[in-house]
């Protein structure tokens, strides 16, 4: 099982990116999807997940109304499109599959994760 993540760059506050993750060797139509982020000198944070159980979507307080997670099983791909970016959302961004997202909450411990892209905005 590979994931991997591409579409990081460097953007303008108030601009747009959107990630991308390509998973290999399995299916993704079974898995929850999501997308982790670590800023420097801070604690990794959950940013979205979307569940296949339940169909329920998280995102943190920080990203909603910004962010929007998507997937397509087809293509075994999934997506972090991130507008209205801010300096505070510059950090290296992870995507995992397989792991807690149920019910509106994302859990910490996902079993498959990507290689990590860094997203970096300036004021």
């Known amino acids: 099982v590979q994931l991997q993540?591409?579409?990081?760059?460097?953007?303008?506050a108030g601009g747009s990116l959107s990630l991308s993750?390509?998973?290999?060797?399995?299916?993704?139509?079974?898995?929850?999807?999501?997308?982790?982020?670590?800023?420097?000198?801070k604690e990794r944070e959950g940013a979205s997940c979307n569940s296949i159980h339940?169909?329920?979507?998280?995102?943190?307080?920080?990203?909603?109304g910004r962010f929007t997670i998507s997937r397509d099983n087809v293509e075994n791909m999934f997506y972090?499109?991130?507008?209205?970016?801010?300096?505070?959302?510059?950090?290296?961004?992870?995507?995992?599959?397989?792991?807690?997202?149920?019910?509106?909450?994302m859990g910490n411990v996902f079993d498959h994760w990507g290689q990590g892209t860094l997203v970096t905005v300036s004021s």
């Open 5 to 12: 993540a591409s579409g990081g760059g460097l953007v303008q």
């Open 21 to 41: 993750c390509q998973a290999s060797g399995y299916s993704l139509d079974e898995y929850a999807i999501g997308w982790f982020r670590q800023a420097p000198g």
């Open 54 to 64: 339940d169909g329920t979507t998280y995102y943190a307080d920080s990203v909603k």
């Open 80 to 105: 972090l499109e991130m507008n209205n970016l801010k300096p505070e959302d510059t950090a290296v961004y992870y995507c995992v599959t397989d792991g807690p997202c149920l019910l509106g909450v």
